[in-house]
Every structure is written in C-alpha cells, then in structure tokens.
C-alpha cells in the first residue's frame, strides 16, 4: 500500500493543503510542516505553536474502507498518539473524549477531523513537544513533553515513530476493540462532574458506549452524547 509523506518547512495549515490536493494525493499521506501560518483548532481557533518545537501534521485517507468509521476515527488517532507517548517513557498521560491528549491534566495534543465523507478524511494532529512556555489565554491549561519531562524531543525521530504506530493502529483488524479498551483505561472525564445545558445542570461523566459515544449521567437519566456534540457538556 503506498503512504505519501510530504515537509514543508512552512505552510498555511497542513490540513488546508490536503483539502486543495486531496484528489492527486494516493489513499493514505502525511503532510507535515515544521511552522504553520494559519493553523486550526476545532470551532474555528486557531492552533499556534512555535516554529519547529512542536509535530504538526495531517493524515489524508480516501478510498479506504476505514472511512466507513467516519468520526469515530478520532479514537484511534488519540490511542495511537497516547499509546506512543507512555511507549517513550511519558506517565500520566490520559485522553479527553473524543479528542484531546493530556499529561497530567494538561492538554499536549490536539486533533481535528474534517473532510467530505464518504469520500475523504483530514486527520490534523498537533502535539507540543519541546515549547518551553505558552502566552495568551487557553480554554484548558496546554502543556509540552519537554514542560512535562525536561528533556527535549527529537522532533524527526519522534514524528517517524508515532506516523508508524498510527497505521499499525488502523489497520489493526480488531482496532475498534482493541481502542476502545485502551481508552477505558486512560479516560480523563470518567466519574469527572460536569455542566449540561445553559441552564448548567450538574452529572457525573461515565465513559463511552461501544460507538465511542459519551454517556453523561444527569440524575435518573443517562444522555449519549455524539462527538459532534463536544461543546454541550462542560468539566466543573
Ligand atoms: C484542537 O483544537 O485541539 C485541534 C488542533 C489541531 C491542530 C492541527 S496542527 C496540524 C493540523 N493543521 C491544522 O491547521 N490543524 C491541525
């Protein structure tokens, strides 16, 4: 199977320009960059980081059966950068339904999935690695290996392994499962009370159903929610 790695040294976002090139582009292709000038995070930020200190890429997939996973997909890409995290040493490492990747409870990782399914998926990923410090105002407290750990990352070695550890992780033939119970063991959110609604009523968090969907428990009430409902449920 071939799988297209593409650098640049600067771009505007790396999941902009799979979106422009996606049909030249063979099934499975990584674009990395070492800066991006209009990075994005999900409901429309924007995703900043300093040139060459962090791993920013995007996954195309088409033409694959693993499409028919649609959104859910965002679980083995967090497993996989999870996974590939403890694999180099790092502790307290945790995943934020559906798509965020904490050390310590402080986010290091981001992922936003777009596309047109049924026939593409951008997968773009963001990892802090070796920023020293983070200005401005975050939603959550960010974090990178290097704050984490104090050693530094070396930022070519670490993309070639994780861009590895994420095909063995697709293409894995029990991958569902095999994600799921991984996440089961490392869900930030489980038994965490949280806020639904405007009128901020209080539940408890209790993991994912088989579809990766987030069960919210609100007095005799269990709500399902989808990924695409992320922003109905706030952490107290
Ligand atoms: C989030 O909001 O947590 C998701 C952040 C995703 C950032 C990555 S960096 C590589 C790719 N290109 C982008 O413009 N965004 C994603």
Known sequence: MEIKELHFEEID???SF???NWTSLPPFAFVSSSFQKEG???NDRKWLSEKGSSLLFSLLIKDHPLLNYGPFLSLPSAVSISKFLEKEGVE???IKWPNDIYIHGKKVAGILLEGSLPDYLIIGIGINLNQPSFEGEYRRPPTSIFLETGKK????SFKDGLFQAIMETFLKED???CCLS?????DFLLGKRGYQGKDKKEGTFLGVDKD???LFKLGNEILTLSSGEVSAIEII
């Open 13 to 15: 976002s790396t999941s």
């Open 18 to 20: 799979i979106k422009r």
């Open 40 to 42: 994005r995070g999900r």
């Open 92 to 94: 307290g490492v945790s």
């Open 153 to 156: 990352v070396d930022v070519s």
């Open 175 to 177: 991958m569902k499962e």
């Open 182 to 186: 991984y996440f089961k063991t490392h």
């Open 212 to 214: 990766f969907n987030l």
